[in-house]
């Protein structure tokens, strides 16, 4: 089973910015969809956005369109997650997980277990 590894969360202030790493051992990440999603307190987990295998397609959520970018460091092996323009309500748990697909965020399914996440916290 693929284990994943989130990283880069931390405590920003409103309109800060964070980097998000998502990183594998023992896979290639550049041929898989990845993305990532969200959990906040009191709340259901949703997708924000994902990457597919070839990287020519990207989806994100509505609530992050053009805050958030995703993107591969094949060097590193990682899908990262920039996030820009932080707003209070980004704040959640942040995972990745490998997809069936990346067609829609709201057909984002995670193929694996769930890792243990990254705290984002947007709080002044």
């Known amino acids: 089973q693929l284990q994943l590894v989130e990283s880069g969360g931390g405590l920003v202030q409103p309109g800060g910015s964070l980097r998000l790493s998502c990183a594998a051992s023992g896979f290639t990440l550049d041929v898989l969809h990845i993305g990532w999603f969200r959990q906040a307190p009191g709340k259901e987990r949703e997708g924000v956005s994902c990457?597919?295998?070839?990287?020519?397609?990207?989806n994100y959520a509505d609530s992050v369109k053009g805050r958030f970018t995703i993107s591969r460091d094949n060097a590193k092996n990682t899908v990262d997650l920039q996030m820009n323009n932080l707003k209070t309500e980004d704040t959640a748990i942040y995972y990745c997980a490998r997809l069936f697909s990346c067609i829609t965020i709201a057909t984002m399914r995670a193929f694996d277990a769930w890792g243990q996440g990254t705290q984002v916290t947007v709080s002044s």
């Open positions: 990457i597919s295998a070839s990287g020519r397609s990207t």
